[in-house]
């Protein structure tokens, strides 16, 4: 897999996606603001990866990612 947006996308959707479904394992709604903070940082982590012409490694995409939604 060549292309790092495509990359850092699809970490974004499965990563909100995953959480999605342990919710639904545990019966419980999965939160709004999880969703919408999950794909916001992707969207702007891809941005920024356009504009800036940067490239970010997929797994430090993927602790940011995780740091960002798992606060306590």
């Known amino acids: ?12 959707l499965l990563y ?3 959480f999605r479904g342990l919710s639904l394992v545990r019966r419980e709604g999965v939160s709004n603001q999880f969703v919408y903070e ?3 940082v992707t969207g702007l982590i891809l941005l ?3 504009v ?6 997929p ?3 993927l602790i940011l990612l995780y ?3 798992m606060r306590a």
């Open 1 to 12: 897999m060549n292309n790092p947006f495509l990359l850092i996308c699809l970490i974004g």
């Open 16 to 18: 909100v996606l995953a």
């Open 38 to 40: 999950g794909l916001g």
């Open 48 to 50: 920024v990866m356009y």
């Open 52 to 57: 800036g012409n940067v490239v970010i490694h």
């Open 59 to 61: 797994f430090y995409f």
């Open 67 to 69: 740091l960002i939604t």
